[in-house]
């Protein structure tokens, strides 16, 4: 009973901590998707000098920490004069990664359609943009969705980085109480099932997503 009673204190202050987690995991869905549908663009056009940038953008974000990246947006971009709140600098820095690795499987996704789709919308008359929007892009979402929703899900975890520059996320709640009752395990081991129970609704919306999807493309390939 004394567990319980336990956790029964915590949970108003869990709670506020996995609403803020949530709070930066879809914040920084929407931002990363935004990016990385624009990386992704950029790197597949056929111009190098656009494709070269976002290449080094997203093999540094891959190949660097996470935890670095919060560093240098909290604590070193002030230095230059370049101020963002914990919330923000949070957001901004998982946006910005979460942003690489989707573009990392949606180009890799893109590559995964035929060549001849290409072909045969050039000979139709599309323009490339036209052609990669309209035929290329669909087809691509649709292998892209497992991958991408793997690393959506990875970014609930990821948001548990963002207490290091004092966002009140489930993590340093965690914390907080801890530091009071001194009782560290159950309360770390309640915080682990909170990232899982979030994980699980984030799992069934991406199969439920991939059902949509694949029902959707067995219509038009019928038709």
């Known amino acids: 009973m004394e567990i319980w009673d336990l956790l029964h204190q915590a949970a108003p202050i869990m709670l506020r901590g996995t609403a803020y987690t949530l709070l930066f995991a879809l914040s ?29 953008y997203v093999s540094l974000m891959r190949g660097t920490p996470l935890l670095v990246q919060i560093f240098v947006v909290y604590y070193g971009l002030p230095s230059i004069g370049i101020e963002f709140s914990p919330l923000s600098a949070g957001v901004l820095t998982l946006s910005l990664n979460t ?60 948001t548990s980085l963002v207490s290091v520059i ?24 309640a915080a682990a099932m909170v990232y899982w129970f979030l994980s699980i609704c984030f799992q069934a919306l991406q199969h439920r997503l991939e059902r949509r999807l694949e029902r959707a493309h067995l219509q038009v390939r019928d038709e």
Request: net charge positive; no cysteine.
């Open 28 to 56: 920084s869905m929407l931002g990363g998707l935004a990016l990385g549908f624009a990386l992704t663009a950029a790197r597949i056009v056929p111009w190098k000098l656009v494709q070269w940038p976002a290449t080094v």
């Open 99 to 158: 942003g690489a690795y989707l573009s990392e499987s949606l180009r890799g996704a893109i590559l995964g359609v035929g060549k001849g789709q290409w072909s045969a919308s050039y000979s139709l008359g599309l323009t490339y943009p036209q052609t990669l929007r309209y035929i290329i892009a669909p087809q691509a979402i649709r292998i892209a969705v497992p991958s991408m929703g793997n690393t959506l899900i990875s970014l609930i975890k990821e």
């Open 166 to 189: 004092t966002v009140t996320e489930l993590m340093l709640s965690t914390k907080e109480i801890i530091a009071v009752t001194f009782r560290p395990l159950p309360l770390y081991i």
